[in-house]
């Protein structure tokens, strides 16, 4: 059996992570290399998500412009999508960094910014956090990550409406991001332990709104994290369902087997 990987720097549950990988016969670099989307040069911001946290109404007057068709309902939904896209396009990639490297900068409201729309119907790749910042380890990352995503909680709640299953969940998804790049290439079970189990670690209630389980697609058994929320996005125009969309939760609960239901996410631990 494959020892864990002993890289310097690398954190527990980054090790761990690689040593999963490798009894797939996938090589934890490489994977993350992948999974990580080149980058685009300089872009221009419209605001800063810590401008969008001390005053909401920037990012619903943009919407207003940028998606003028649209009405009170829809609007709550691009927000929704909009904050999965921070999710996705700022916290994935960082957390995809750490483990990797061993280290990442943190999600940055100041250095996190709105980019233009193209068109009246995109929604994804608008927030971006500018390079640099200082990297800090996985203890650190966790710790800090877990208590800003909190932080930015009550202004996309209270004031622009963003369901606690929608954020959370999205938030989830970006956390989660490492484990999202094997979910058909890895072993299933296992790796729904490890993922639920390093959620568990940010003392926010994104592992709340997730549940990593395993289900078919085809007739191959994968691991997939099922939101317990609904970004909202079949509302808008050239929307629909995501994949992990809680639409779709209970079908795939009750497909799951008494054997893994009885295998709780919440029991496992690093090293056991």
Known sequence: MAEPDRKPGLGQWAREYSHLLSQSGLDRESVINEALQPSVGARSGLFSLAQCLEQPSLLLGQVAIDYPIAGPRAVRAFVSVLQQDLA??????LTLRLFR???????????????????????????????????????????????????????????????????????????????????????PQALCQLAQGWLEQFQNDANQFIDWIPAVFGEQTTAIPQRKGCCLKYLLPEGGYCGTCGVHRKERLAALTPQQRTTAPSQWQPGR
């Not at 929608?166 to 991001?177: F, K, P, Q, R, T």
Request: aromatic content about 12%; glycine content about 10%; proline content about 9%.
């Open 88 to 93: 996705l396009n700022v916290i994935a990639p």
């Open 101 to 187: 490297d061993g280290h990442a900068p943190l999600p940055d409201a100041k250095r996190i910014f709105l980019a233009p729309a193209h068109d009246q119907t995109q929604t994804v790749s608008r927030w971006f956090q500018v390079p640099g910042g200082e990297r800090v380890d996985e203890e650190t990352f966790v710790r800090s990550a877990g208590a800003l995503t909190a932080g930015w909680y009550p202004a996309f709640r209270q004031q622009l409406g963003v369901s606690p299953g929608a954020y959370w969940s999205s938030i989830g998804l970006g956390l989660g991001a490492p484990f999202s790049a094997v979910w058909n290439r890895a072993e």
